[in-house]
Nanobody, 125 residues
Framework: QVQLVESGGGLVLAGDSLRLSCAASGRAFRVLPMGWFRQAAGKEREFVAAAGWRPGSTDYSDSVKGRFTISRDNAKNTAYLQMNSLKPDDTAVYYC??????????????????WGQGTQVTVSS
């Protein structure tokens, strides 16, 4: 397993942008699928975005497609989630997750073996 540390959350107004970062330990980052999930108060954890280890392999939930962008910098062992045009419905704790080496990215949280501690994103109207 890898250690993951998220940062970049905060309180913003609707329409603002935020960029979340997820720093990973270890030397296998470049072959790990990375995902972002979120959990709002009283709701189940839901898939937001994923980036496979193959270049250009990304996936988004319908609710964030066109507004959020997932990316990764393998040289820095870091994954990012750029969030634009934020809405109050985006308010949640955001978690990054890493899957096993050379596995495909997926929307299923059970396929990810390492998780960060989460970072709070609050969008006020």
């Amino acid at each position: 397993q890898v250690q993951l540390v998220e940062s970049g959350g905060g309180l913003v107004l609707a329409g603002d942008s935020l960029r979340l970062s997820c720093a990973a330990s270890g030397r296998a980052f470049r072959v790990l699928p990375m995902g972002w999930f979120r959990q709002a108060a009283g709701k189940e954890r839901e898939f937001v975005a994923a980036a496979g280890w193959r270049p250009g392999s990304t996936d988004y939930s319908d609710s964030v497609k066109g507004r959020f962008t997932i990316s990764r910098d393998n040289a820095k062992n870091t994954a990012y989630l750029q969030m634009n045009s934020l809405k109050p419905d985006d308010t949640a704790v955001y978690y990054c997750a890493a899957g096993g080496p050379l596995k495909e990215a997926t929307r299923l949280p059970t396929e990810y073996s390492s998780w960060g501690q989460g970072t709070q994103v609050t969008v006020s109207s």
